[in-house]
Each structure stands twice: as C-alpha cells, then as structure tokens.
C-alpha cells in the first residue's frame, strides 16, 4: 500500500519561507517521480512542480517558478518543497502526489497521478 505522508505546512508572513517534506512508503521511492499540488478553498487543485525518479527533470508551474524548488532524497523515501518568497495567494492545503506507473516522467495533469497524500495546510499571511 502506498502511503504520502506531507508534513511542513504552517502560518507564514509573506516573504517568507516554508520547506514541505512528503515521505513515501509501501514501495520503491527511487523509480517513481513525484509531485505537488495545491488546492486553495473554493479552487481547482493545481499543479504546483514535479520531479523525475532520479531528480533530474523537474517542471513548475509559472506562477511559482524562480520561488518554489522541488527535489527529492531517495535514499530518505522523501520529496521536498522549498518555498520561498511566499505570497498570500500561495495559501493552499498542498499535497504531494506519484503516478503509478514507474521510470515515467510526469508533467502538470491530476490524471497522471493515482496516489495522493492527505494534505498539509500553508497559510501566508499579508
């Protein structure tokens, strides 16, 4: 059973910085890219960035690029989230998120993803 466990969220001033981590279990981490998504209440769940299995391609989303970071540790079943810069608008719960499919280079769709974790809320205050 795969399991996302995110953790890192919390109350920020804007400007400020938050590192998400999202630890994976159930499976080989280290074959599987990863992502994350944000939802914002009343909003669709958006793409926010992801990685490829060994961290070597990576997208974002344009309105984070140049402030969020994505990497990932295999050797720790963990993917991260850097954010920094923070905005109001980047309040969110964001979830982490893999497809099921291995050795596949995943972009900003939901579908290509089939495991979600359960979520952690960041709140950026003005």
């Known amino acids: 059973q795969v399991q996302l466990v995110e953790t890192g969220g919390g109350l920020v001033q804007a400007g400020g910085s938050l590192r998400l981590s999202c630890a994976a279990s159930g499976r080989t981490f280290s074959i599987y890219s990863m992502a994350w998504f944000r939802q914002a209440p009343g909003k669709e769940r958006e793409f926010v960035a992801a990685i490829s299995w060994r961290g070597g391609v990576t997208y974002y989303a344009d309105s984070v690029k140049g402030r969020f970071t994505i990497s990932r540790d295999n050797a720790k079943n963990t993917v991260y989230l850097q954010m920094n810069s923070l905005k109001p608008e980047d309040t969110a719960v964001y979830y982490c998120?893999?497809?099921?499919?291995?050795?596949?280079?995943?972009?900003?769709?939901?579908?290509?993803?089939?495991?979600w974790g359960q979520g952690t809320q960041v709140t950026v205050s003005s």
């Open positions: 998120a893999t497809p099921r499919v291995p050795y596949r280079v995943t972009g900003g769709e939901r579908t290509e993803y089939d495991y």
